[in-house]
């Protein structure tokens, strides 16, 4: 076909004064029409989904929350490991009782699919932003696990880029739809001042990570380990990092620098984005960076927000607020406060109520069908992100530091201006 009819998309051939009628026609039409998106998909119609990783959190997430849920349809899946992908496809054509689920080795070609309206990215935490922004290029709605990036840098990126595209984002960061809306009702509490003027938050979660020192092990065949590394530098294969088979646990690529921020951004993504979103914090973040007193000290490292208020990497599990007239403490299976009647109450007026989602992926599929901003986007995620980069950042290089969280650059500090990214491999640039 030569480059005119390319360019023809099948309509009638029109002359002059037939065009201008339907010009005419056109700008006589109600406003509210809107040309179909990917086809003549109506909005009610299933939201066709790939999924890009198919690990523990791929899995749980299919069971849990997109399967079970006629919203979606799964049409593809994704993995670079071919037993994965394909285990992942046995599952999901299980479900809908066919062999309907395409399976892809590389995410470029599964995002560009006709079939897939939205991806689903349950991938080492290295990989994200390059996926988010292929899902961004592609114009496709997209729901990316947490800690939603690996650096600072990347964080800014996500934001923009999300926002250019248009695309219908969700963070995976779950604890703001659900476990019986304890969190919400925890940050309503705070954010109504049920505990008086905010002092300090204390997050209790685990360590910064710790450069990868693993011994390279023999590969099973079918893992594509170049594109498991991806953005990484390259190293051998080591099964702590990729385990073999259908694992149940969680690998422990976490602890390690290269791919992601430690048990401090694995549990602390989920955790001070509650902090964040009680703080009132969610287009903003603090300003300085305090590493603790005692140089080989695991906890204490600390953030100051412009109005004083003290997040503090430590404590018990979850996340604890301390005001001048009481605290909370919250985590997945409990909530409690001192005074106790402080949690006994409703907020006066609608307003200062926050959403009590059915569903974290129920969310996500309803503002992809009002086309509106879920409640963990890419501006909250990236943001919750970027505290547990600034916090890693206190012990890895023990440095006060001013944070500029509208231009996100340390202030006065070149040397530190250079940890807002890492070095990528070749091919792996970041835009701009
Ligand atoms: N919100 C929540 O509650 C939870 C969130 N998570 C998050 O989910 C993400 C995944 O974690 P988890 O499932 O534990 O990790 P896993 O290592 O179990 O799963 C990741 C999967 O992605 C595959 N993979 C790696 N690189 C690529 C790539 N470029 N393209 C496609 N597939 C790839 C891996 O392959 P291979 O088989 O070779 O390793 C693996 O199968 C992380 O960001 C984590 O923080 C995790 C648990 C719970
Ligand atoms: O919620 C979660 C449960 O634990 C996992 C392993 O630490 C986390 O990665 C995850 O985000």
Redesign the pocket.
């Known amino acids: 076909m030569g480059y005119r009819g390319a360019m023809n998309h099948g309509l009638p051939k029109l002359d002059r004064r037939q065009l201008l009628a339907a010009g005419a026609a056109l700008a006589a039409a109600p406003l509210s029409y809107s040309l179909p998106v990917r086809g003549q998909r109506a909005p009610s119609d299933p939201v066709r989904l790939g999924v ?9 997430l299919l069971k849990s929350s997109f399967l079970p849920n006629d919203g979606f349809r799964v049409t593809a899946v ?4 071919e037993t ?1 992908r394909l285990v992942g496809k046995a599952l999901v054509d299980e479900r809908y009782g066919d062999d309907a689920c395409a399976v892809e080795s ?2 470029g070609a599964l995002i560009a699919r006709d079939d897939v309206d939205a991806v689903v990215i ?4 290295h ?2 932003t390059h ?1 988010i922004l292929d899902a961004c290029a592609a114009g496709k709605d997209a729901y990316c ?3 939603l990036t690996l650096t600072l840098r990347e964080s800014q990126i996500v934001i923009d880029a999300v926002r250019k595209a248009g695309i219908v984002f969700q963070t ?3 604890q703001r739809s659900e476990y019986e809306h304890r969190f919400v009702k925890a940050a309503e509490a705070v954010r109504a001042g049920r505990i008086g003027r905010v002092l300090s938050v204390h997050v209790g979660v685990g360590d910064a990570p710790v450069p990868c020192d693993l011994p390279t092990e023999e590969m099973e065949p079918g ?1 594509d380990w170049d ?2 590394l ?1 953005p990484a530098p390259m190293r051998g294969y080591n099964e702590i ?3 073999r088979g259908l ?1 149940g646990h ?2 422990l ?2 602890k390690y620098r290269e791919y ?1 921020g430690g048990g401090l951004a ?1 549990m602390g ?2 955790h001070f984005d509650i902090a964040q979103w009680a703080l009132e914090m969610d287009d903003s973040g603090p300003v300085k960076v305090v590493p603790p007193r005692d140089p080989s000290s695991k906890r204490g490292a600390t953030l100051v927000y412009a109005n004083g208020v003290r997040l503090i990497h430590g404590g018990p599990h979850g996340a604890t607020f301390i005001g001048e007239d009481g605290m909370i403490a919250v985590d997945r299976g409990r909530i409690s406060s001192i005074p106790g009647d402080i949690l006994e109450w409703e907020p006066e007026s609608e307003a200062d109520r926050l959403p009590r989602n059915t569903g974290h992926a129920a969310n996500w599929l309803d503002r992809i069908r009002d086309r509106g901003v879920p409640i963990c986007s890419a501006e909250v995620g990236a943001r919750s992100a970027a505290i547990c980069h600034l916090m890693n950042i206190a012990y890895i290089h023990r440095q006060e530091l001013d944070w500029d969280p509208v231009n996100w650059r340390f202030e006065g500090n070149d040397e530190a201006n250079a940890w807002l990214d890492y070095e990528r491999r070749e091919g792996y640039g970041l835009p701009g």
């Open positions: 890009i990783g198919y690990g523990i959190r791929g899995r749980n994704c993995d670079v490991d994965r590389e995410h349950a991938t080492p935490d990989w994200h996926q696990e947490k800690p995976g960061s779950q893992l594109r498991w991806g990092l990729s385990p694992h969680y690998p690529w976490r992601a694995d993504a989920h």
